[in-house]
């Protein structure tokens, strides 16, 4: 089976522009959460969507959005890039919408933005 | 608030010694942790987690941790280190309440010697 996928792998973008990531999740889940990785830190939450709407929201500005599509893939999309928004970008999938005994995410290998 | 504090942003071991890597987590409500591990370019894999269910946790690949609600710790750790275990280690913490939102350490990077 599939794990979950996301595209493009690596990408680099100038300051100011638009950059759009997918993340394909395992089949028959509902749950996509997106994650940044700064080099050296741990991964911060940024979104988890369920059921195609949104279950939370971490502290980033309003230049990164998210949605879901009825197939339950999921876009992350980030505004006006800055030199600080390079990092690997990891989406997670869960077949429940919250945390718990069955509540597992399965990460993603990520993408990784430059930002130039 | 939640958060993790891993201590040691690198621990080396020699292949064969106890691998003891330490997370100590903040939270105002019941925890789940977690442990993860992330090899070069790749995502994040779970090694295990405690959900209230027992407190010595068994993961994959020889690893276990232990819950300590006095200590609010949650180390991992593995009587017999191997070349392979060589990786990024992450400790995190959620709220039985919230959504699920994953609060990460900073990460312990584990180098083996051989």
């Known amino acids: 089976d599939a794990g979950v996928t996301q595209s493009p792998t690596h990408l680099i973008k100038t300051r100011g522009q638009h950059v759009t990531l997918r993340c394909s999740p395992i089949?028959?889940?509902?749950?996509v959460s997106w994650y940044q990785q700064v080099l050296g830190q741990g991964p911060q939450f940024i979104f988890q969507?369920?059921?195609?709407?949104?279950?939370g929201r971490g502290n980033f500005p309003d230049r990164f959005s998210a949605r879901q599509f009825p197939n339950y893939s999921s876009e992350l999309n980030v505004n006006a890039l800055l030199l600080g928004d390079s990092a690997l970008y990891l989406c997670?999938?869960?077949?429940?919408?919250?945390?718990?005994?069955?509540?597992?995410?399965?990460f993603g290998e990520g993408s990784r933005l430059t930002v130039l | 608030a939640q958060s993790v504090t891993q201590l040691g942003s690198h621990v080396s071991v020699s292949e064969g010694a106890l691998v003891l890597l330490r997370c100590n987590y903040s939270?105002?409500?019941?925890?789940?942790l977690f442990w993860y591990v992330q090899y070069p370019n790749q995502g994040l894999q779970l090694l295990l987690k405690?959900?209230?269910?027992?407190?010595l946790v068994k993961g994959i690949n020889g690893f276990e941790a232990e819950f300590k609600k006095s200590e609010t710790s949650f180390h991992l750790t593995k009587p017999s280190a191997h070349m392979s275990d060589a990786a990024e280690y992450f400790c995190?913490?959620?709220?039985?309440?919230?959504?699920?939102?994953?609060?990460f350490g900073q990460g312990t990077r584990l180098t083996i010697n051989p």
């Open positions: 997670a999938s869960s077949s429940l919408p919250l945390a718990g005994p069955q509540g597992e995410l399965f």
């Open positions: 089949s028959g889940h509902k749950s």
């Open positions: 969507y369920y059921e195609k709407e949104e279950r």
């Open positions: 939270s105002s409500v019941p925890p789940y």
């Open positions: 405690y959900t209230s269910a027992a407190t």
């Open positions: 995190a913490v959620s709220s039985i309440q919230g959504a699920q939102k994953l609060v």
